[in-house]
C-alpha cells in the first residue's frame, strides 16, 4: 500500500513541476527577429514582443500592444521568425488581433532568444 502511495504522490509530484516548465516556453523555436505592419510598411518589434512576453500574460496583436501603428486604417500582421531544432528558420504569422501563444518558443517568458544577427532579414 506504502508503494502505491509513493507511486502516486510521486507522479502528482511531477506534473505539478512540469506545468510552470511549460509555461515558461521550452518550445522548439528560438524567436530571431519580430515585425509588424504588412509587405509595404513594417517596423522591427522584437524587443517589445520581448518586454510583453516578459510579462507573461495572454498577448493579443494589436497597435496599443506594440505602442506603433505603422500604416493606420490598414490591417497589420506580426510575423515572428525563429530558427527550429533543424537550423532553419521559419515564420509564425499573426494577424491582427489575434493571440499569440509563445509556448512554442523557447525562452518566452525569459525573453531569452536568439540574437537578431542571425536573422536573414527579410519581411
Known sequence: MF???F???LVLAL???????????HGQYVILSAQYGHDRKHVDVTDR??????????LRVSNADFGVDPDPGVRKTLRIYARGPNGQERMFEYREGSV???GQFRGWR?????????WSGRW
Open 49 to 58: 514582443l520581448r518586454e510583453l512576453a516578459r510579462a507573461d500574460r495572454p
Open 3 to 5: 508503494k502505491l502511495r
Open 110 to 118: 525569459g525573453g531569452d532568444w536568439g540574437r537578431r544577427e542571425e
Open 100 to 102: 499569440i501563444d509563445g
Open 7 to 9: 507511486t502516486v504522490f
Open 15 to 25: 506534473s505539478l513541476l512540469a506545468i510552470p516548465l511549460a509555461a515558461q516556453g
